[in-house]
């Protein structure tokens, strides 16, 4: 898989130009959902040389992220007169650029793109690795492809209007990337005040933990090793977005991640000696930020039973965990019993409160 440039944009304008010349593209069309068609586009629709460019909006959140919408896309730049020198921006969150990046990497066998993430998680995970994708058959990101964006341009200025659930969502991410890279980088981002953002500092704390997300991919594109270390937090995490999901209730990713964290630390002192202070310290600011996920004991068989039937981290029967001994020292493919995950939702419950 080819490497992609990630910018930090310090002029939008200047460093999208350059992405844009680098294909030279016979058509530009910018793909947006309704939020960033009001908010976003016209902040780069006003640039001179995207004055031709051809919007493409679809519908926000998950819910279409589906082979309907990739289907109207496909048309709209078929019908709009897209070739095989054209060029697509996605412009948006996870959801944009993961159905956005499969319509550019299937168009006429492969479209050049670029991503420019609008939301934190988008700018620290979506955009950046090359996974692509949508939903299908009731499954999530089920069909879809590796295929890194050309370019990914990251401005911190689209954060100013992201609310606060969704900038927390977005960090859950990074401190996933703090605890799985360097403590300078972990105590950065568990040091950093939430309630009054310095987004010239988050700007910073951003570029590092996209620094980390590519160092893991650059090793491992396709996710057969060490890739796995970015799905730490993920394996509770992911059973409490579906359980809250199922209650009707659903929670944002990030923080069912937090969460998930929580357990993953826990199991990570227990198993491998992660040192006691630094469980303390995430654990201190987790709680004071994202709260606690409502779930009882009685809920714990139903928790279970969606890590066991979560494909990503069921390992012939076993639920598979990433767990670290340090931040930065990680051990893939752990596995643990029913006893050992019922023991780290009792610690979630005793230690939320
Ligand atoms: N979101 C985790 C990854 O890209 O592998």
Same mark, same amino acid.
């Given at each position: 898989? =080819?490497? %992609?440039?990630?910018?930090?944009?310090?002029? #939008?304008?200047?460093? &999208?130009?350059?992405?844009?010349?680098?294909?030279?593209?016979?058509?530009?069309?910018?793909?947006?959902?309704?939020?960033?068609?009001?908010?976003?586009?016209?902040?780069?629709?006003?640039?001179?040389?995207?004055?031709?460019?051809?919007?493409?909006?679809?519908?926000?959140?998950?819910?279409?992220?589906? #082979?309907?919408?990739?289907?109207?896309?496909?048309? %709209?730049? =078929?019908?709009?007169?897209?070739?095989?020198?054209?060029? &697509?921006?996605?412009?948006?969150?996870?959801?944009?650029?993961?159905?956005?990046?499969?319509?550019? /990497?299937?168009?006429?066998?492969?479209?050049?793109?670029?991503?420019?993430?609008?939301?934190?998680?988008?700018?620290?995970? /979506?955009?950046?690795?090359?996974?692509?994708?949508?939903?299908?058959?009731?499954?999530?990101?089920?069909?879809?492809?590796?295929?890194?964006?050309?370019?990914?341009?990251?401005?911190?200025?689209?954060?100013?209007?992201?609310?606060?659930?969704?900038?927390?969502?977005?960090?859950?991410?990074?401190?996933?990337?703090?605890?799985?890279?360097?403590? %300078?980088?972990?105590?950065?981002?568990?040091?950093?005040?939430?309630?009054?953002?310095?987004?010239?500092? #988050? !700007? !910073?704390?951003?570029?590092?933990?996209?620094?980390?997300?590519? %160092?893991?991919?650059?090793?491992?594109?396709?996710?057969?090793?060490?890739?796995?270390?970015?799905?730490?937090?993920?394996?509770?995490?992911?059973?409490?977005? =579906?359980?809250?999901?199922?209650?009707?209730?659903?929670?944002?990713?990030?923080?069912?991640?937090?969460?998930?964290?929580?357990?993953?630390? *826990?199991?990570?002192?227990?198993?491998?000696?992660?040192?006691?202070?630094?469980?303390?310290?995430?654990?201190?600011?987790?709680?004071?930020?994202?709260?606690?996920?409502?779930?009882?004991?009685?809920?714990?068989?139903?928790? *279970?039973?969606?890590?066991?039937?979560?494909?990503? @981290? @069921?390992?012939?029967?076993?639920?598979?965990?990433? &767990?670290?001994?340090?931040?930065?020292?990680?051990?893939?493919?752990?596995?643990?019993?029913?006893?050992?995950?019922?023991?780290?939702?009792?610690?979630?419950?005793?230690?939320?409160?």
């Amino acid at each position: 898989m =080819s490497a %992609q440039e990630v910018v930090i944009c310090n002029q #939008l304008e200047n460093d &999208l130009q350059k992405a844009v010349m680098k294909s030279e593209p016979d058509k530009v069309f910018v793909l947006t959902d309704e939020h960033t068609h009001l908010f976003c586009f016209p902040v780069i629709g006003k640039y001179p040389f995207l004055k031709e460019a051809v919007e493409i909006c679809i519908g926000v959140e998950d819910i279409h992220k589906n #082979l309907e919408t990739l289907a109207y896309v496909w048309t %709209q730049l =078929s019908t709009k007169g897209a070739t095989r020198h054209s060029l &697509l921006i996605n412009l948006g969150g996870g959801m944009v650029t993961d159905l956005g990046g499969f319509a550019a /990497a299937t168009f006429k066998r492969g479209i050049a793109m670029i991503n420019i993430p609008t939301t934190l998680l988008g700018m620290v995970d /979506a955009s950046v690795g090359g996974k692509t994708g949508i939903n299908f058959n009731g499954l999530k990101n089920e069909v879809g492809v590796f295929a890194p964006a050309d370019s990914v341009l990251i401005d911190c200025e689209f954060l100013k209007s992201l609310d606060h659930e969704n900038l927390l969502s977005g960090y859950a991410e990074m401190l996933k990337h703090g605890l799985i890279s360097n403590t %300078q980088h972990w105590s950065g981002l568990v040091g950093f005040d939430m309630n009054h953002i310095d987004y010239i500092r #988050l !700007q !910073q704390l951003v570029a590092e933990s996209i620094a980390v997300k590519e %160092q893991i991919v650059g090793q491992d594109p396709f996710e057969k090793g060490i890739r796995k270390a970015l799905n730490f937090g993920h394996t509770v995490g992911h059973a409490f977005e =579906s359980f809250a999901m199922e209650k009707g209730h659903p929670i944002l990713h990030g923080y069912a991640v937090a969460a998930g964290m929580v357990c993953e630390l *826990y199991f990570s002192h227990l198993r491998m000696g992660f040192p006691k202070d630094k469980l303390r310290q995430t654990i201190r600011f987790i709680k004071e930020n994202y709260g606690r996920v409502a779930f009882t004991c009685e809920d714990y068989e139903r928790l *279970y039973a969606f890590m066991c039937h979560d494909k990503k @981290n @069921n390992v012939e029967g076993q639920v598979n965990f990433t &767990l670290i001994s340090e931040v930065g020292d990680i051990h893939i493919n752990q596995v643990a019993s029913q006893d050992d995950v019922y023991d780290m939702l009792d610690f979630y419950s005793e230690t939320m409160g």
